[in-house]
């Protein structure tokens, strides 16, 4: 199986390097002269510090190179997908399209294997979703991952060429779920992070996890997702990864607006845009989701921890 890797990102580049050790593999980015710099060094020391491509790992800018793929691992932020996918269509038609960005789209308020699915209609989408950080991933430590695909018999066959050394693949067939486990804990790392940086403490953390994890339940059932699903890898395990570790770009997020400082420019953190789609979604559909209005409330600079915090302290008591 012919694979490319789309996106040159930290994320992007740790998959290429894991799966370069069973095989030949694609890294595939824009700019021709930072590709260039990648091939010949054998390290992306501006995106992910340390590990050495393997000898199976080509890096180039060649967009010609999606055309001969069997299978396009999507390593570009949500937001941009569509785009991406317009720009490639001609190459991309008839192939296994893994999204393995996190994230829900602010246009279409979707997640990603439904953007592949409209912007490339006879492409089999995939979602590669769970707790997994770039550098872990790079270094050959061990994680688990779940691939999403509604064809399980395709997810199988993917499950195998996918799976490395380090790397355990879960399959399941609830995309929906999957996808959205992966998008919705992003805005709750993003609390936990603003909990800490504010000096809440330990126990103010985990019960914004619990009752975030609540809200991802609600929004997962108005989309018709398993709730088996969210208590898997791709909702809980990477809920606990995301809100514990400064690793995760969301938390960090957080944890920088809850110091009262800010973000740094240019930084993709899906996380942000996702709070302004659930609280969009929580809107259409009636739902009572405090802690991604607080989310979207902190990162759009319309309130600060402290008024956030008051906001969700003197909510009216009920039943858990």
Known sequence: MSIVVAGAGAFGTALAITLASVGPVTLLGRDADAMSTLQQSRKNTARLSGPTFPDTLTATADSAYLQTADTVLLC????????????????????????????????????????????????QPFVLTGPSFAADIAL??????????????????????????????????????????GALKNVIAIAAGACMGAGLGESARAALITRGFAEMQQIAQIFGALPETLMGLSGMGDLILTCSSPQSRNYSLGLTVGQGGTPKSGVTVEGAATAQAVVRIATDNDLDLPVARAVDDLVSGRADVAQVLRTLLSRPLKSE
Request: charged residues 15%; hydrophobic residues 40%.
């Open 76 to 123: 570009v932020p949500t937001q941009t997908l569509g785009a991406y996918l317009d720009t490639h269509a001609a190459s991309l038609g008839g192939k296994n399209l893994v999204a393995c960005c996190k994230g829900i789209e602010l246009t279409t308020l979707t997640g990603p294997a439904h953007v592949i699915a409209t912007h490339i209609p006879d492409a």
């Open 140 to 181: 050959g430590l061990p994680t688990a991952l779940t691939l999403a695909c509604t064809d399980e018999a395709k997810a199988e066959t993917l499950q195998q060429a996918l799976t490395t050394p380090n790397v355990r693949i879960y399959r399941s067939t609830d995309v929906m779920g999957a996808q959205l486990g």
